[in-house]
């Protein structure tokens, strides 16, 4: 199924992945989409310190394993401010189920599944 990119279009994507190739091809993804990728971050404390800072994104995607620790108190800042989609090898066991009714992305992903978990994503708010 392929999904009509133009709404996603100028979206400034705040990525937070520790793999590089991982964060690579996301970015290429997202930029093949038309989007502007924020980061990406690939260490917690980095995130962590883009989060609190001045961050200027419209959506985020958070690997949920960073360096070993957890994404979720990263989470918990950023949901007031924009919609969260988290990005994982896993399935849902692996999030807390406060979380489950967010987009997820399953690794690996494709570049259909990442506008059509973006479209989900702004639905959602």
């Not at 919609?83 to 690794?107: C, N």
């Not at 992903?109 to 059509?116: G, I, K, L, N």
């Amino acid at each position: 199924m392929s999904i009509d990119s133009k709404n996603l279009q100028g979206l400034r994507i705040f990525v937070v992945e520790d793999e590089a190739l991982v964060a690579m091809n996301l970015e290429m993804i997202l930029e093949d989409l038309g989007c502007a990728v924020v980061g990406p971050a690939m260490r917690f404390d980095r995130a962590e310190a883009m989060v609190e800072g001045d961050l200027a994104a419209d959506l985020a995607i958070l690997d949920v394993n960073v360096g070993g620790k957890q994404v979720f108190p990263l989470a918990h800042r950023l949901v007031e401010k924009m919609p969260i989609v988290f990005a994982t090898g896993y399935d849902r066991t692996g999030i807390p189920s406060e979380w489950h009714g967010r987009p997820m992305l399953q690794k690996p992903y494709t570049s259909d599944e990442v506008a059509r978990v973006l479209s989900q994503a702004l639905g959602d708010n």
